[in-house]
């Protein structure tokens, strides 16, 4: 095997190993966004509900009142440049 196949093939190797650690990573994720939906889920249908009830009395009851036209920020629009 010259020096060349030989670079060739660690760097093959190495790039197996990143994929496979980025892959058990992703899972990794996938297993925890699992668990805090599920938790989540509980908690919501019934677990303590202490939280949620919490988090309810704190919503207002009513909307806020919305901004006049004038008084709302403008949405960022680039300036237009023309060449000359």
Do not use: C, W
């Not at 919490?54 to 060449?83: K, M, T």
Request: proline share 10%; hydrophobic share 25%; glycine share 4%.
């Amino acid at each position: 095997m010259t020096e060349q196949q030989h670079n060739a093939a660690r760097e093959r190797e190495e790039i197996a190993s990143r994929v496979a650690s980025f892959k058990a990573t992703q899972e990794k994720f996938e297993r925890e966004r699992e668990h805090y939906f599920v938790t989540t889920l509980q908690n919501a249908r019934g677990g303590s509900g202490q939280h949620v009830r919490r988090a309810f009395e704190q919503v207002p009851s009513s909307p806020q009142p919305s901004l006049p036209q004038q008084d709302r920020p403008r949405r960022f629009e680039p300036p237009i440049h023309h060449p000359e």
